[in-house]
């Protein structure tokens, strides 16, 4: 990565970005490719951020995206706007989800085309019912997906005129205005079913179906509306690759990205600023700019900026990445492992068990049946392994559990996140007619091929607030008091937020990125 002059003011630049994250990222290349000069400032090794693709074994060539891991979010149009070299591939089966009844393993896979998703549902359920509620509700929330994904890259609608897009009553009422668990309720019986319905509202969330804030519907909307369509697809050669391209897209048209240089202040006037930092050997210097965007969270722009600090944040998720000799077989003998593992595999994900493990950690104690889904990238994307590891039918899974907030952890987080990754594998356990244990890779050290992270993991590595990974709790995808014209905007005219934490931020989306850009470029043009 080039160097920066130490020298306070050595130059000024149209726009100084700070963290390297995909949203920066997108920034960058956005703005570079006006023709405005741009500097982004990155405290660690390298680019990416959360989306990046590492090898966390010892000696074993398994590329993995290490926290992010899928997309829905990203627009193609920045894809196609800034030239990526990047794809995506459709996973065949959306879900699988085991359970044990009247004493037999069964389960219900969605997936493999309508007739057989019709049948999964009439042999869990017994009749069509359910299955028929679950076309209507996918359908209404589809219809949604394509009133609203399009505005994430426009100027924000009012809530009026977001409603008027929607231009569907019942919709609008079941997602914006009441707990998402009423509608959940009213049209699905099955206590399997309603769970996996629930489960896209509590990703990265810690709630309740009915918590009346709300939250648990915005994360749902998020989670159904990506790509217009609610598909969540796999990263061709990981998420690193993604954020590879926009680092190249990015250094293509001009802009200057370092590496090992923390901002550590921001003083601006409101027409120009500028940026102090610090190297990774220990070297201060100062970049001037015109404006900074800043890709971190809320809390790190105010101790940027001297602003009082916004309410803490909290996560609530655990994420392991493992690689395994082969995938283990299922006790629902129906099911083939390859079909099960390659949609999300929802484990402890009943109504009534997501709603015990959040009342537990509402409480203060770790769930006892942590709720948990997993999915194999490698089964729809081969090349994140080696030639060899493929060759010998080597798979990665990815696990992400919900409902353990990061309160849970502060008494001794290397301890808590043992036991909890003991009682997660446990309840994946139960449906397999072997242990995960026996399946598990070992690395060049003879160490099982497995990583967790916590909230204060997260927090530690990458500096998410409390190891949230949205930031803070995701808002509505509309304007109110407090948002500017792009949700990118601060109480200083020449600052912006393109992290995370800004209106339409979270998940893999480059949203804010973008905004933050058409924002700048709209002030210069202003101007």
Known sequence: ??????????????????????????????????GRSVLVLERLGTTGGAAVSTRPFAGVDARLSRYSYLV????????????????????????????????????????GGAERTREAFARLTGGDHEYEAWQRFYGMTGEVARRVFPTLTEP???????RRRV??????????????GVAIEERFTDDLVRGVVLTDALIG??????????????????HVIGGGTGDWDVPVGGMGALTDALAAAARAAGAVLVTGHEAVRIDTDGRTAEVAYRTAEGDEGVAAARHVLVNASPQELAALTGDPAP?????????????????????????DPREAFSGTFHIAEGYGQLAAAHAQAAAGELPTAPPSEIYCHSLTDPTILGPDLVEQGYQTLTLFGLHTPARLFERDNDVVREDLLKSTLAQLDAHLAEPLADCLATDADGRPCLEAKTPLDLERDLRLPGGNIFHRDLSWPYADEATGRWGVETRHPNVLLCGAGAVRGGGVSGVPGHNAAMAVLEAGDAS
């Open 1 to 34: 990565m080039p160097a920066l002059d130490a020298r306070p003011g050595h130059r000024t630049y149209d726009a100084v970005i700070v963290g390297g994250g995909h949203n920066g990222l997108v920034a960058a290349a956005y703005l570079a490719r006006a």
């Open 72 to 111: 829905s979010l990203l627009p193609d149009k920045i894809v196609r706007d800034l030239g990526l070299s990047f794809r995506v591939r459709k996973r065949d089966v959306s879900s699988y989800t085991p359970v044990e009844r009247a004493g037999r393993p069964t389960g219900l896979l969605v997936g």
């Open 156 to 162: 924000l609608p009012t809530r009026d005129e977001l």
């Open 167 to 180: 231009a569907d009553d019942d919709a609008w009422r079941m997602l914006f205005e009441e707990p998402v």
């Open 205 to 222: 969330t810690f709630a309740d179906a009915h918590d009346p804030s709300l939250k648990q519907n915005r994360c749902f909307l998020y």
């Open 311 to 335: 309410a803490p944040a909290e996560g609530a998720q655990l994420k392991v990445n493992m690689l395994l000799k082969r995938l283990p077989r299922l006790r629902d003998t129906s099911v």
